[in-house]
């Protein structure tokens, strides 16, 4: 029997799909928790914080839909300048009032151990 190919778009679905099969309790691509009916699961992607007016209007609204394991994407736009700053006043505004912690933020981009350590300092200073 020849083995499909899969490439482009087909290759992170089955490719996830593969994950499920190795024990992977859940993938954060949608199409595959749809067409393999598997858990859907992960964090915020740039497109939800490009689809809102703000970066502070889409970190408050992802942490009011999902307060328990909160953790805000920051590279989008400007780590420094915005994504850590909005993070923290979400983080205070939304969850600190309820008792919850966040749990993370998360950097997808940029010289990612300059800015871990960065960010790090800022959020102990912070309190988070």
């Known amino acids: ?3 499909e190919e899969h490439t482009g778009a087909s290759a992170a679905i089955y490719g996830a799909r593969a994950s499920i099969i190795g ?11 749809k067409m393999f009916n598997v858990p859907a699961s992960g964090t915020m992607a740039h497109s939800w ?3 809102f007016d703000s ?16 953790t805000m994407l920051i590279d989008t736009y400007n780590t420094m300048e915005s ?20 749990v993370a933020v998360r950097l997808d981009s940029g010289d990612l151990a300059y800015l871990s350590k960065k960010v790090r300092r800022v959020l102990d200073e912070a309190r988070i």
């Open 1 to 3: 029997m020849a083995q």
């Open 23 to 33: 024990g992977a309790c859940g993938t954060s691509c949608t199409l595959t928790a």
């Open 49 to 51: 914080i490009q689809s």
């Open 55 to 70: 970066e502070y209007e889409a970190f408050k609204a992802y942490a009011e839909l999902y307060p328990n394991g909160c």
């Open 83 to 102: 994504g850590l700053p909005n993070a923290i006043k979400v983080f205070d505004e939304v969850l600190k009032p309820k008792g919850i912690r966040p």
